[in-house]
């Protein structure tokens, strides 16, 4: 019975989430953020350039667990450019202690499963990496949406009857986006960070970045399911102007995620190696003229599109040059 009655919390929680602390900073619908994003008193997330809009906000505090998920989103001219949907699960406030390995299995199953979204290799994902011991996980991945499908059809998944995956749960930011008229663009890019682990804290960290690629000088896409897409895996190589543009979206990507991981204090030994995807590769003594010209190039498109500062568009370039 009790077993029962957790679970029966843990649905409200899962499907709402989010109670922001007393001492953090409260976020409404339709307030301006720029720059930086506070999860809570300790954490800060740094932001691309430009101004963001707050389009969708949760909270709750369920059985003492204590949750938020706030959406932003970027747009010109009505059509939108850019999501960033931040989200963090306080587990260690749960009530009673017995009931916390009920909550990390909640969390298991929502994130490693064969289904969008989840930290499971796929074919159309274009790079996936992850750590996972015990209930600890860092998990990062790349890819592509039918974005039109992907936020007005997907459908709740539920862990347990009852229980939803909050992920998967649009309706408020489906309400904003119709209410202000807000245009998608057919074909985005993502990516997906995602991190929990006991021995921080016990708090599920999670970060979706979604773009149109027109912001990195994408041409236009012919074909737009996640299947035929000039973006899968398996198409790509046919379209050398496409992966640019993808090879382009993983660095940002991957910058992204050691941002991630260094602001909510990932433990060194449950970080991701992604030098192999990083942003500027040193020592490599192979680098034709051509490359150092398309690396540039890439250098001045992330400065220009917000994704780099100017300290780190000039101390990247610094080095490039070198």
Wanted: glycine letters at 2%; hydrophobic letters at 35%; one cysteine or more.
């Amino acid at each position: 019975m009790k077993k029962c009655l957790i679970i029966f919390s843990l649905s409200f929680f899962l499907i709402n989430i989010n109670y922001l602390e007393a001492y953090a900073k409260k976020y409404r619908v339709n307030d301006l953020v720029e720059n930086n994003f506070f999860i809570n008193k300790k954490v800060k997330l740094n932001l691309p350039k430009g101004k963001w809009i707050v389009s969708e906000v949760s909270y709750k505090n369920i059985s003492g667990i204590q949750n938020k998920r706030i959406t932003l989103t970027r747009s010109e001219n009505k059509k939108l450019i850019e999501i960033i949907s931040i989200f963090e699960w306080n587990t260690q406030s749960l009530n009673d202690s017995r009931y916390k390995y009920l909550v990390d299995e909640v969390i298991y199953k929502a994130l490693f499963n064969n289904r969008t979204d989840s930290c499971y290799e796929k074919q159309e994902y274009t790079v996936i990496k992850f750590y996972k011991k015990g209930s600890s996980h860092n998990c990062f991945w790349v890819g592509h949406y039918d974005l039109k499908k992907y936020i007005y059809e997907t459908e709740v998944f539920y862990i347990y009857p009852g229980v939803s995956d909050l992920r998967t749960e649009k309706n408020n930011l489906i309400r904003w986006l119709k209410k202000n008229q807000i245009i998608l663009p057919n074909v985005a890019l993502y990516s997906q960070h995602s991190y929990f682990s006991r021995v921080t804290g016990g708090k599920w960290f999670g970060l979706t970045r979604i773009i149109d690629p027109k912001i990195l000088n994408a041409p236009e896409n012919k074909f737009i399911t996640v299947e035929s897409s000039e973006y899968h895996a398996n198409n790509i190589k046919a379209y050398p102007h496409y992966k640019k543009i993808m090879n382009n979206w993983v660095s940002i990507s991957a910058k992204q995620h050691i941002d991630f991981e260094n602001s909510i204090k990932v433990k060194k030994r449950q970080k991701l190696d992604l030098n192999d995807i990083s942003l500027i590769k040193t020592n490599d003594a192979n680098n034709t003229s051509n490359n150092f010209t398309d690396q540039l190039q890439t250098l001045t498109d992330l400065f220009n599109n917000g994704s780099l500062t100017k300290e780190e568009f000039e101390k990247a370039k610094k080095k490039l040059l070198n």
